[in-house]
């Protein structure tokens, strides 16, 4: 099996086979870099593009006025490149919005742009949608999102900011490209058949058939990587669909190894586990559950803590003196804390709740939990 | 000014898709009386109603200005830009996020595989180094980001690309050690690449083929004689006359305002 850290080597043999072959056309290659998430450093890798690609067809063929909705640049050069080889050669145009574009001068703008295509991830455009106008949202036909799962608190959202969309969705991770074929019309959200090519298992499935989603697939150079845990949790379906596969997975979120993404923010399983051992005289242990509530037009996160103390039971100070440092303590951007972030309204008031019985290790040592409902 | 750009002055007049420039040069026909636009006419004016052409392209929102207005350059006019970089993997750091990714495009379009900063320039940095980054595309802004990785390398970059509307040699110049050639572009995003001189005390400016640079009222103004998406005609800029430096010869008019 292979972990998230074994692919710092990966990418290494990537970028070495890179440079052991004459460049014969720079459009096929694209730099990847993901930033280092906990323990480990970042990944950097070299993508070819001119096999293995094809699926992402789908997104970009016959695009004419796109949003671009990525946070990492390297995503957008990707994006930016696939539109210009796929899109429509005399309308094509591609706007990559940035977070420093977030602004309320960012609505008149997007008027003008008038996109007819949205692609990127969930909780880019759950962040953009406050700057689209209604009559701009009618005009969207297409959402090309992939990266994440679209939360049912997403799907609401979308359905009635893009009342005229289809879903065009991927599921795909950036150290290896795209693990399905995009949607399958007869799949629910959140299900996707495999892409030809790669394998897909699950690790330690539970008594629902959940478990860590194991993707096995030829990168080029004709460097595989065998049962990646890319760190999604998934169920696999073996019904025939009417499209004719017969296996699809479904996607069960990060259900946290060492880190959430939610609105923006990183939920980093080390940072909880530092603001928590300075309050080991106060409780044993803690779990963490997040989510996304919507609130009018705008996605904000939701974490509540469980902390587990033995013997006397937890008085109202107590939970309040908990939430006060960890609001205060815990930081969930490289400069802003949790309580920056609620006074910022991109985060609801954090709730703990005391516990005197103690958590179950059925996930092992899962302490970070994504409820997605 | 050359015949063909009068011939493009007259595409322009005639155009059936815009009357941005139309509406406002009315039947005044002499290239060079033509009246100038500028920031504020992008800013009134919808993208829709400021396109010559449809190609398919890059829309960048420009924020550099008291109210942020979108400029569409087509993938061939990106590629015409004359930015003087020659390497094989680049290292693009700049302020703008929209500049970033169109300059990346144009080193695609010259054969070239970037690498763009992304929201941490450390992690980026990382990547240079297992990239083997050998020439950079940045803004002065940018530049002390860098830094890190200019000083860690063992030998200089094969190129560097400066890029902004103005330039302050004393800054520029503790670089110069870190690249070969070290090349100031004289550049609004709006407008593209119009000069380019080498990083020197005193730089001196020549303009790009294509363009047009007039001293009008102490102000630069500026004619790209390229067809774009969104025609730069007689544009007039925020930045002093004498701020740069031009050389003598095709390209300058010295002093526009004579001509009447
Ligand atoms: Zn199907």
Known sequence: MIERKDFVRIGDMTLADFFASPLQNAYDWVVRTTSGTSEQGPIVSVMNLSSGSEERQGWYFDAERTIICMGAFNSRVLSALSLDKYGNPYTCAILAVDYRDLAPELTGIISDFAPERIIGFPSFLAR?????????????????????????????????????ASYCLLYAAGEIGSISETTCTYLPLNYYHPLRGVTIEILDPDETGAGDLLVSKVLHGGISIEKYRIGDMARIHKNSCPCGYNLAFESLGRKGHDYIKLVGALLLRAEFDRVA????TLFEDYRVEASQVLDQRTVKGKIHIQVFRIGLPGTEAFT???ADRFS????????????????????????VEFTNVPFEQKHKDVKLFLKIA | ??????????????????????????????????????????????LSLRRYERRSGIVKVVWDASIPFLSEWSFTSIAEEELGLRAARPLIFLSDPHEAIEKAMWCYQHDMVPLVEERSSEVTLYAARKFRCDALITDPSSLPRVLPYLKGKSDPLSSM?????????????????????????????ETGALARAVLSEDPLFTVLPNCIVEYLDDYLVVTKNAPLTTPVIRYRTNIPAHCLKFSEGEGVIRDSSNRV
Request: a negative charge; hydrophobic letters at 40%; charged letters at 20%.
């Open chain 1, 320 to 322: 309040t003196e908990i």
């Open chain 1, 128 to 164: 953009l949608i406050p700057y689209i106008s209604p009559e701009v949202g009618s005009g969207v036909q297409k959402l090309c999102l992939g990266g994440e799962m679209i939360t049912p608190v997403l799907a609401k959202l979308f359905a009635s900011s893009f009342p005229n």
């Open chain 2, 1 to 46: 000014m050359s015949q063909s750009l009068e011939a493009y002055i007259e595409r322009i007049r005639t155009s059936p898709v815009s009357d941005f420039y139309s509406s406002r040069w009315k039947s005044i026909t002499d290239p060079t009386l033509l009246p100038t636009i500028s920031r504020r006419d992008l800013i009134e004016t919808p």
């Open chain 1, 328 to 351: 205060r303590e815990l930081f969930l951007t490289p400069s802003q804390t949790l309580s920056d972030l609620v006074a910022a309204d991109v985060f609801l008031p954090l709730s």
């Open chain 2, 161 to 189: 690309t400066i890029i902004s509307d103005s330039f302050e040699p004393e800054v520029l110049l503790p670089y110069a050690h870190y690249a070969r050639k070290i090349d100031l572009v004289f550049s609004f995003p």
């Open chain 1, 277 to 280: 051992i300075g309050m080991k």
